[in-house]
């Protein structure tokens, strides 16, 4: 059995949400499908651009995601965050720096008692992070 791969939904902007993932970390897209480009499109109501399924790649491991179903309500992302774990405090640094910009920063990239550096923010899209990097601490 695999690790646990995370599933988010979105509120209209997962394609650009994806799209930003692909660059920032450095993933690849898999797949990507609209409710119009589904084989039950027909059946599908509200907007056909909405995202049915996306799906990245990321360093062997999956991240997918999906635009909320329209007429449901939209809470947001709430009770977890997403861990990423670097080699370098500069390689984390830039990934909290791109994932933060125009989000919250929940707590600053800076030295921690586990490792050399770690921060928290919530990107522009909704999507909490922990952002882990350098040596763990002895």
Not at 28 to 33: D, H, L, W
Not at 49 to 67: C, E, K, P, Q, V
Request: overall charge negative; proline content about 7%.
């Amino acid at each position: 059995m695999s690790g646990p791969d995370p599933y988010l939904f979105f509120n209209g902007n997962c394609a650009e949400a994806m799209r930003f993932y692909e660059r920032t970390l450095g993933g690849k897209i898999e797949m990507m499908m609209t409710h119009g480009q589904a084989p039950a499109a027909e059946k599908i109501q509200g907007d056909p651009n909405r995202i049915l399924h996306a799906r990245l790649s990321l360093d062997g491991r999956i991240f997918m995601a999906s635009d909320a179903m329209e007429g449901h309500p939209y809470e947001g992302m709430h009770g977890f965050s997403l861990s990423l774990t670097y080699a370098t405090v500069p390689e984390g640094k830039k990934i909290f720096t791109a994932l933060s910009e125009g989000g919250q920063v929940r707590m600053p990239f800076d030295k921690t008692f586990w490792v050399e550096a770690f921060g928290m923010c919530v990107d522009r899209f909704g999507t909490p992070w922990m952002i882990n990097a350098g040596k763990p601490a002895m």
